[in-house]
């Protein structure tokens, strides 16, 4: 149970209602036997005057209705406190899965960039919700039927011994065999468990990447093939869960067949007993009820092995992501309020994934209010730049400043925060237009989501649908085309009225005449905003204050738009290449 130490810290936060829970389990566990020696007592009595040792029926009379108030008295208290104790050990096992969850999501939030490029959206998502709820079954459920039983075995097995010594060792011999059983059991199940969550993930993660695909698949007519490889995956999940459930199957049966020879000792030791003297006719049925009460506890000694074994098999998976440190770090938790002065100086990068050099020995800078725009060919280094600036990424070797002050030493969340950042695979939540808008301000107004949507040219498309700005989007924005998606991204990103703004080619779906509304619109808006275009276009370049021209990772080129083309080179060629492109066009 290693991996379930770390859980430990979770289980002090609620301290208090645990103990609580364990003191309500031994008070009704202890009530719980006064109905097998009431019983007995009732049976001796019985048998007394069955023998003609009790002669006065009214004492019977008695005697009989005091045991039997005794007996339903404690069998009702015991009974509340057990549904008290499952009120509180139950309850907190719900406010654990939620700390933990929130554990797991705080942990996805914090990890770099590179460890979604590394791991699977199904899988990522199976671990908090499929293995998280694994945990919660030991962290409730388990815990609680434990303490019930250790509680049961404590105070039922003393009072066995104490009533007839012989008889209890008998009665209790199968129990050992059945320790050594579980555990033996317990260990396969463990492996197997283990295998059956990682199937769950595989198929997680083919379900997400088809319902995200599906356009995809439907255009290339994939649907049988993805049907094949998710019919195959889940044949082996479910060949996974046969082999589990087939080994967990041994545990019932072989737990009644042990209560069984309890009972039969019960019976044939004591009988043997009664005859001999040696213990009361009323000791043979209280021991029964004795075993009987013992029985659900040593049955769910499986169910709780076989939860807490899984528990253990999906908190090392948890434990995974949990040991993983963010390569990017908030080395400052000072307020480190943004300018927007951005300053490289011979930076070098490379992605450690694909080990591509990225950028190599970059250098430029861009003042405050001033609008840089950079271009290049496909795989240039350009979107490179901008996630450097956004620390989602950092910098081999050089220098990165943000406002003369190295972009580590600033203070993460105060950097981003500074940033309106509009990807060039424009993401959208399946939320109304509006809160996607006002996703970039929490407290925005109606009136300022507007604004926004009117400078990046989308307020007529979003005016023209039925419910406006509460037309509630598909997932990724699949009910707007691509230009709207891009225009809607780019709302949200200058409604925050940000220090930096970060364009990553959000134009390419956007006709010329849009394009130059917006880029227009901006260059009203953005007087104190220091602002950087990547794109493929020059119509997106040429009113920028400065442009960079990248190839391979390294500027060959830089100036404005008229230095450029007076320079006649790679930047003079694609200008002329694209007015020739939209003359024809025209």
Not at 466 to 483: D, F
Not at 550 to 557: Q, R, S
Not at 560 to 573: C, F, I, P, Q, V
Request: charged share 20%; proline share 2%; aromatic share 8%.
């Amino acid at each position: 149970m290693k991996e379930l130490k770390k859980l430990n810290v979770l289980f002090a936060k609620y301290k208090w209602q645990l103990i609580g829970g364990i003191i309500v389990t031994i008070i009704s566990r202890i009530l719980s036997l006064f109905l097998p020696k009431y019983v007995g007592k009732i049976i001796n009595l019985l048998n007394d005057y069955d023998q003609g040792t009790i002669t006065d029926q009214q004492m019977l009379q008695d005697d009989l209705t005091w045991y039997i108030f005794i007996i339903i008295g404690t069998t009702l208290l015991a009974a509340l406190l057990t549904f008290i104790m499952r009120q509180l050990i139950i309850v907190v096992s719900r406010h654990l899965e939620y700390d933990l969850k929130n554990i797991v999501y705080q942990q996805y939030q914090r990890l770099s960039l590179g460890f979604y490029k590394q791991n699977r959206t199904g899988d990522l998502m199976n671990r908090i919700s499929e293995d998280v709820s694994k945990v919660r079954m030991y962290m409730g459920p388990a815990i609680m039927y434990s303490i019930n039983m250790l509680t049961l075995f404590a105070v039922v097995i003393p009072a066995m011994i104490d009533t007839a010594p012989t008889l209890a060792i008998y009665t209790i011999i199968p129990l050992p065999v059945l320790s050594v059983a579980i555990y033996v059991i317990s260990r396969e199940i463990n492996k197997r468990s283990t295998l059956v969550q990682e199937y769950l993930s595989d198929l997680n993660t083919i379900s997400q990447e088809s319902f995200s695909g599906i356009s995809v698949i439907k255009a290339y007519n994939l649907a049988p093939q993805m049907t094949e490889q998710f019919t195959k995956v889940a044949n082996d999940s479910k060949d996974k869960n046969i082999d589990l459930a087939r080994i967990q199957a041994l545990f019932f049966p072989l737990m009644v067949l042990l209560i069984g020879l309890s009972n039969i000792m019960v019976i044939y030791i004591g009988g043997k007993q009664v005859i001999d003297g040696t213990i009361d006719v009323g000791t043979i049925p209280e021991f029964l009820i004795y075993v009987n009460m013992l029985t659900w506890p040593v049955a769910v000694v499986g169910w709780v092995t076989n939860m807490i074994q899984q528990a253990e098999a999906s908190q090392k998976r948890i434990n995974e992501f949990l040991d993983i440190d963010p390569t990017i770090k908030n080395l400052n938790e000072s307020a480190t309020p943004i300018q927007g002065t951005i300053t490289f100086e011979k930076v070098n990068f490379t992605y450690d994934d694909t080990n591509i050099h990225a950028l190599k020995d970059i250098s430029f800078e861009i003042e405050v209010g001033k609008t840089l725009a950079i271009l290049g060919k496909t795989g240039s280094g350009k979107s490179t730049i901008l996630e450097l600036i956004g620390r989602l990424y950092d910098i081999d070797t050089g220098s990165l400043k943000i406002d003369g002050i190295e972009i580590n030493s600033l203070n993460l969340n105060h950097l981003r925060t500074a940033i309106g950042y509009v990807p060039q695979d424009a993401f959208l939540f399946s939320d109304t237009i509006g809160n996607n808008i006002a996703f970039g301000k929490k407290d925005a107004t109606q009136e300022e989501i507007v604004a926004a949507a009117k400078n990046a040219v989308v307020h007529k498309n979003i005016a023209e649908f039925t419910k406006g700005y509460e037309t509630v989007l598909g997932e990724r924005g699949i009910t707007l085309s691509g230009g709207q998606k891009q225009r809607v991204s780019i709302a949200r990103a200058i409604i925050k009225k940000p220090q930096i703004l970060l364009f990553d080619d959000c134009l390419s779906a956007v006709d010329t005449e849009t394009e130059e509304n917006i880029l227009n619109n901006l260059k009203k808006i953005t007087h104190n905003t220091t602002t950087i275009i990547v794109s493929h276009r020059v119509s997106s370049a040429k009113n920028a204050d400065h442009i960079i021209v990248l190839d391979e990772g390294t500027i060959i080129e830089r100036g404005t738009h008229e230095s450029l083309l007076n320079d006649k080179g790679y930047y003079a060629e694609l200008f002329a290449n694209q007015m020739l492109e939209e003359e024809i066009d025209d």
